[in-house]
């Protein structure tokens, strides 16, 4: 079975994330990417079990919290 890199736009279509969120996951290290000259890749794999991940998350990737407002209750 070959090997599958996807680029990062169509990685982040294919995950239904953006391109920055991708971007910021895998500086994260929540996955990896490989250089492609100026672009990066990232194996298909990978990509499938990041969406499942976020899947069960709730549609939602991992959040840092640095990221998360507060809620107030009035």
């Known amino acids: 079975m070959a090997l599958k890199l996807v680029s990062l736009e169509d990685a982040a279509r294919l995950v239904g994330i953006s391109v920055e969120e991708l971007t910021r996951l895998r500086e994260q290290r929540e996955i990896s990417g490989y250089r492609d000259g100026a672009s990066w890749k990232f194996k298909e794999q990978d ?24 809620v107030s209750s009035g």
């Open 47 to 70: 990509l499938e079990r990041l969406r499942d991940q976020i899947a069960d998350r709730g549609g939602s990737p991992a959040a840092d919290e640095d990221d998360l407002l507060p």
